[in-house]
């Protein structure tokens, strides 16, 4: 687990800003908010942010970050951008499909199958 320093690395490739989420796990709430204000952040740097969000490292997500996930996805909406969600471990994708959030977020094996839904 990540203790200090960024919680996500954003990189720029074209039009498309790529977020990859650098805490294995991301259950507390402080660090639900860091990464928040990041991504919110990012929305408001850029109407329309097509982004692709990328879990590679990610291990274990709280409904909370589930949450945060949702209104950031409704903000994305709002402004006409797209998020893509990929990297995926199966135990997350689990989680996406429980919960029916796979038929609300588009996810994708690979950051540049992501990249292409775009």
Do not use: W
């Not at 996406?96 to 994708?108: A, D, H, P």
Request: with cysteine; hydrophobic share 40%; net charge negative.
């Amino acid at each position: 687990m990540q203790t200090g320093g960024p919680r996500i690395a954003v990189s720029q490739d074209g039009p498309i800003t790529i977020a990859e989420l650098m805490d294995e796990e991301i259950l507390e709430e402080n660090i639900i908010e860091d990464i928040a204000e990041s991504l919110f952040g990012l929305v408001q740097e850029k109407p329309s942010l097509l982004l692709v969000l990328d879990f590679h490292q990610v291990k274990h997500l709280s409904s909370s970050a589930l949450g945060t996930l949702i209104r950031l996805n409704k903000r994305i909406e709002e402004t006409k951008g797209q998020l893509k969600l990929c990297g995926l471990r199966p135990t997350l994708y689990e989680i996406f499909t429980i919960t029916k959030l796979n038929r609300l977020f588009n996810i994708y094996e690979t950051r540049e199958l992501a990249m292409k839904g775009i």
